[in-house]
């Protein structure tokens, strides 16, 4: 995943490109990642996805086979197109870390390099840093909805292509599930696997009872029977008329998954008849549609349910499947450069996000600031890398995914609410403003 | 993309494959694909996705070493993971073509093969056929939408990963769309690719004339200045100076592009400038933030706009960035199934749609029957695999695209509309309600 093709960018990356080269501009760029506002309803970010960001810019190179591609398309000399198979990744990135809970304006990643790279990449970086963004938050809310019950992510078949689900995967962890049904997500990341049966089994049976019994006798262990295809109560029975059987045999009942119908009501019948049949020990799975707004209402009505699994609003983000964020132009050659367009305004220079706490280490708001001013609180954006080479090890995800848990358990308890809260205090110190005010003079003063 | 790995699937899948083999269940299953509703506010739906279908089904194999790594996860026996290595697609598929249009209940696609096989692939098969069904059902309203202006696709960046954005392009150029930014869509698939500068272009430039001046010089042909940045119609007049030396230089000037503000207004105003100074020939192209309700407003304002990028609205089908989609056994070794979960009951059997038109070849109505039962109008399942192999040549995307386009043409009038509209009748067939009534009956007089 690290290593796709740097054609997967937008055509103008590489028509600038050309240009730049002609005009000989290759000095210095910054570039920052920034979301501009929440979605609606949403009360934080968290972000996600910097460590495929530096897998991408750490191996970004073009193949002889494609540049003689690119050869064959309109525009482009030969000049460039040679250059361009030396061409590599070569500048310094300073980001928040992954599970880093952010605001609007707040840069999350920002970009050093020589203009030519740090403007080529920025397609791919934005595709990456989005989607896991996109997704972490969305999970985030659902981890802090759901209370005790586990989270599974079951996104990844109406997940957007190969790629989303099994970032999703990734990114739904991260932010406090459990696991994940794709199998190539515990390969690649170490996500927990979870997975029941589909419906299909105990259809392909003329008999669920028997459906049942020919599932449980092929695991050992961590057997989890489906048992809304037709009735849920009913089969509920026919799990605790095969149980003792299936004990007797060695095959250890965990649970049952109920996914369709009014869940809880379903959860509460289902519950007294495992416990009446002494199945006290066998949990309860939910899933069907489920969202953030779904698993409160679960929690609320005191639903018996261990864990649910979570779908399609989680791996599409259904609500926000897109945050309105950008990836600009903040300095060059350092001069530091500002976008004014309608509507579209940025803050100007290399900036950094102070954040304070209070003496209950809850969140007591962030100061956006420039890199070179200092200020009370911790400094968000940390060293990445360094002349194009990763800074540090690795991170393993579940470090990552402890910091997330420690970012939401400092979280003011306005904003874990479900519900729009008072937007959390987010500064521009007097350094910044008068930054932007001396770019504006100098864009007005400039020849027109 | 066709070789993504077979463990890109929900563990589920895997356990099931496990219990059917162990339980001696392989004779024929039929899988049908189709849509329970539509989405709010949507009037049809546009089938994609098949040709990602058939090559993954043609080279689906799992590898030693991904035969390995399961070996090493918790619950697969010795004799199934042996088996795995041999497992290939072997089975037959129907499908309609890319680019028709279909209805809720509808199978788009059918596959009948040896059930572990076609319960195997479910995962990817839903994930390739919805993602790209989601993007050329949103793309083929925005097609309706825009009227005369030529539209692009500029959404790779938001698109949710690198699948994700390379897949929209195809399905937004096959439902319409003139071509994509995204460059590895023209290499992969022959999308034609369109692409212009950014924002840090002329942010990079201490004076915007002067970075128009340098991208222009860096191209023969085809031109477009992004005229944005600052102010609109300031940077118009500037392309209006720059214009004659240019010329002279033999540098085409294509166009300018607006990306922020009153789009309608600020067209108007720059399409004046332009015509004043000579540019009668140098079009105008628009993007930022629209989506089919955007597009109609610009052509009942009369915008004089010739091409429109659209972005995050498309690739992530931002209204709509799911379908409620299934994957459902129909029939297995010739009996017909119905799952019956609340509110989630499906049709039985393997089935087919008929389609007839009025005498102006207007889409008149769909009748759901039984494959076996002959009815009046056209079929819209055609054999496409038999036997593990396709049928006849890759449609090229250019047909796949003229088909779509006529199959719009046909759209009934008001199902035209961006507004919701009565539903299309589809009906279903006497042959089709009397299985399911059977289907029932026996399930009811099973053993509980």
Not at 86 to 103: S, Y
Request: proline share 5%; aromatic share 8%; hydrophobic share 45%.
């Amino acid at each position: 995943m690290a290593h796709t093709s740097l054609l997967l960018t937008d055509l103008y990356e590489l028509n600038m490109l050309q240009a730049y080269q002609q005009a000989g501009m290759a000095e210095t760029a910054d570039f920052e990642f920034f979301v501009r506002k929440l979605p609606p309803g949403r009360n934080f970010l968290v972000a996600a996805g910097l460590e495929q960001v530096v897998a991408f810019l750490e191996s970004a190179a073009f193949t002889d086979e494609e540049i003689g591609w690119l050869a064959t398309q309109p525009g482009f000399s030969r000049t460039f197109l040679d250059s361009l198979s030396a061409l590599r990744f070569t500048g310094d990135v300073d980001a928040m870390p992954e599970g880093t809970i952010f605001f609007p304006d707040e840069p999350i990643l920002r970009v050093s390099a020589p203009l030519p790279e740090a403007q080529l990449f920025e397609t791919r970086i934005i595709n990456l840093l989005h989607f896991q963004t996109v997704v972490a938050s969305k999970a985030s809310r659902m981890v802090l909805a759901a209370g005790p019950m586990m989270l599974a992510d079951f996104g990844l078949r109406r997940a957007h292509g190969a790629e989303a689900g099994l970032l999703a995967a990734r990114a739904s962890y991260l932010a406090g599930f459990a696991g994940s049904a794709t199998v190539l997500a515990a390969r690649r990341f170490g996500v927990p696997a979870s997975g029941t049966m589909a419906h299909s089994f105990i259809q392909a049976h003329d008999d669920e009872a028997r459906a049942f019994e020919h599932f449980a006798r092929s695991r050992h262990e961590g057997v989890v029977l489906l048992i809304d295809t037709y009735d849920t109560e009913l089969a509920a029975r026919k799990v605790v008329a095969l149980a003792p059987r299936l004990a007797a045999e060695g095959h250890e009942l965990k649970g049952v998954r109920i996914d369709s119908g009014d869940l809880a009501d379903h959860a509460r019948r289902v519950r007294a008849i495992l416990d009446d049949g002494g199945l006290r020990q066998v949990q309860i799975f939910a899933s069907g549609g489920l969202d953030e707004w779904a698993l409160r209402r679960l929690v609320d009505a005191g639903a018996p349910i261990d864990a649910c699994g979570v779908g399609t609003s989680l791996s599409t983000s259904e609500d926000a499947p897109a945050l309105d964020c950008a990836y600009k132009l903040q300095a060059y050659a350092g001069r530091a450069k500002r976008k004014r367009s309608e509507g579209k305004a940025t803050w100007p220079g290399r900036k950094q996000v102070y954040r304070r706490y209070d003496a209950g280490r809850v969140m007591a708001g962030d100061l956006l600031t420039l890199v070179d001013d200092r200020a009370a609180g911790e400094a968000q954006l940390r060293p990445v890398m360094r002349g194009g080479k990763r800074l540090g090890p690795v991170p393993r995800l579940d470090e990552v995914r402890a910091h997330a848990a420690a970012e939401r358990d400092r979280l003011p308890k306005h904003l874990r609410s479900l519900e729009p809260a008072a937007p959390y205090p987010v500064a521009v110190s007097p350094a910044l403003r008068r930054l932007t005010a001396e770019v504006d003079r100098a864009a007005e003063s400039a020849p027109a």
